[in-house]
């Protein structure tokens, strides 16, 4: 009986330090930067939410999340024509991985893979388009770039996010990030680098202490 007894009390005693000592909640992350996209650039917008997969006192810090990125930029083959431009939205999966996690600097590095939208608008006036036909010289401009056609169309991306994290507390970090993708929208007929640059802010929804 004392045996059975002394070996309930010394799992008891080990059970606590097999808890982690956080429990693990989103990190919301937000920023407004710049877009560099078939040859024009525009703003944009990066949004994500990452679910963490590592414990706190790891020094690698694994998460598995969604991103939506939104871009607004103007059109290589017209770049004086701000009426004419396109937006570019963006959904999908990100793994990230975060260094020195105790740290106030906290570099990361983080793969997004995308469902890709690219949506070119022509807002100038029915007329002025008339006008422009009827002056032209006989022998008509070429056709624009696949890309910079009006209209829609899906495709996918993918490529390497790097930033950094400026911990401001426990759980609010100021950030800046890079991210350099590989598209494919228009096929092969069009350019499919592209990158962009954001600064914003992360916010860790609260983990509970142990």
Known sequence: MRSALLAVSLITLALPSRIPAQTFAPDFQAGFGYARLFDAGGFSLLAALDQPLSSAPSPLQQA?????W?????LASVPDAPEVGRDLFGVGLRYSVGFLNSGTFRPFVAVPIQVLHSQVSDNRPTADLRIGALSAVPQPPPPPPVEDQV????????GLEAGLR????KRVS??????VLYQDIYGAQSRNG???WHLGMSYAFGGSEQ
């Open 64 to 68: 598995l999340g969604g991103g939506f």
């Open 70 to 74: 939104y871009a607004h930029t103007g």
């Open 151 to 158: 209209g829609g169309e899906w495709g996918w991306g993918t």
């Open 166 to 169: 400026l911990a401001a507390s």
């Open 174 to 179: 100021a950030q800046t990030s890079v991210q």
């Open 194 to 196: 592209a990158w962009n």
